[in-house]
């Protein structure tokens, strides 16, 4: 089901600047129950990334209660909340004042093969490049055309996952996950301050991580160091944590720091 | 009036994929006693535009109807094409096959001050600098957070327009035009093969500049060479030009290019 500004919907207005240019931002997450899961962290990157458009952010409580009711009467599946800078007349400037348009929406879960989680997942290189922008570093912008660019590139259903690089070559994200590896006793993600999506199981990992007295830190990670690496890991809320076994020529053998990480994705939060 | 896929409508799927990841492209241009004005150039344009998507472009006398019959009984105002990669399910990967979402509408000619035209314009230097995706360069798609977040750095009305430089201190475009310069003899334009729209009336320029023998090309433009220049002018579909007579402290006297653009673009063309 789907919700626009708290009615059952099923479009919204032409005139949208979400639609327009791609002017708002958006979460990804599991409903459990009626319950948004780990929904203080979502919701507050939300409100962050809200606040990095200059938009005003629904409140919690409002969100989360149409989460609950677009989750239905099984009240489980994948979330997803748009908040738009609403309707404007023609043109950049946003509107003053703006009333942003938000649409919340439940969908079934996707079904990744049982192999992923158990066997480890195998991912190529994209060809396409992240750009650089500063100003939108790390929001979960509406703008993702370059993700489009990118899962566009292959259709191999073997394949999980694409991973891309920034023009200088260095490792950033997956198309839609986070990434992680281990180089000698310490887990690396990679900076973010450029471009990307800094998303909340990476926060979550990296936190879990510095609790139990680990070295996590953001790093510049040139492609080389990702191959060099022990091993390495997709994360986001929606799959968790998948072990990367396979790019290219590279093989990985199972290593610990994923199992760890599923067990700390697995404590319960607000 | 708006049309969507052809049907008197406000509204479209809260599903289109041109609202969550902004996959897709436009064309705003003007619409006179119901014909669009340089319909063959601009049609080509968002054809072009669509295959850098990889995505069906709508036809072109489709399209052109479209145009009049939203242009309702007057037939003039400012015509807005957007053609999205339609719905889909959540995901980057694009449907196969996947059926485009084309919206068209015509709204009333901005109101820019007339001293805008007579005297020239003042304009600034945006902040923000455009990030480099040699992908997407050219390209008029959907994904112009870099322009909203430009357009909202003033509200002062008495400034028309923001320049916009890559990170490395070229000038590409305005938020919502194209650049001129005359220097020495010559007629420069930004090189856009890293950022920015390749726009109709560039194109139109540039053309017209080359069969009247002038020499008009595109370079790169450091922004102290914009500075320099003898006379900078800015263009789009729906402005024609406008000469700039001040950014910063620098102030530039009306010179004869500007007036010459202004007749090449009353040209008609199909």
Chains 1, 2 share one sequence.
């Not at 931002?25 to 409100?47: D, E, I, N």
């Not at 490792?171 to 998303?199: D, K």
């Not at 830190?217 to 076994?245: C, K, Y």
Request: with cysteine.
């Amino acid at each position: 089901m789907i919700l626009v500004n708290g009615v059952a919907a099923d479009s919204v207005a032409a005139t949208d600047r979400g639609l327009a240019y791609g002017d708002g931002v958006f979460r990804t997450l599991l409903v459990s129950h009626g319950k948004p899961q780990c929904w203080s962290r979502h919701y507050r990157k939300l409100a962050q990334d809200c606040a990095a458009l200059a938009m005003a952010c629904p409140p919690k409580d409002v969100l989360a209660s149409e989460l609950a009711l677009a989750a239905g009467a099984t009240g489980d599946g994948v979330g997803k909340i748009i908040v738009t800078r609403g309707s404007g007349a023609r043109g950049y400037a946003p509107p003053q004042p703006s009333v942003p348009t938000r649409i919340v929406a439940v969908s079934a879960s996707p079904q990744h093969p049982e192999a992923f989680l158990r066997s480890g997942v195998k991912v190529r290189l994209c060809r396409i490049r992240l750009s650089s922008q500063p100003r939108l570093a790390g929001v979960k912008h509406l703008n993702r055309l370059e993700n489009v660019l990118a899962r566009a590139e292959w259709n191999d259903p073997s394949i999980a996952e694409g991973l891309l690089l920034d023009e200088e070559g260095h490792a950033i994200s997956g198309t839609m996950t986070n990434l992680f590896i281990v180089e000698g006793g310490s887990v690396l993600t990679p900076r973010l301050s450029r471009c990307g999506v800094a998303g909340v199981t990476r926060e979550r990992v990296m936190e879990a991580a510095a609790r139990q007295g680990m070295v996590c830190r953001e790093d510049h990670l040139p492609w080389q160091r990702v191959l060099d690496a022990q091993e390495v890991l997709l994360v986001n809320s929606v799959i968790g944590a998948w072990h990367v076994r396979e790019c290219g020529n590279r093989r990985w053998e199972p290593g610990g720091f994923t199992g760890r990480v599923r067990e700390w994705l697995d404590e319960k939060e607000d």
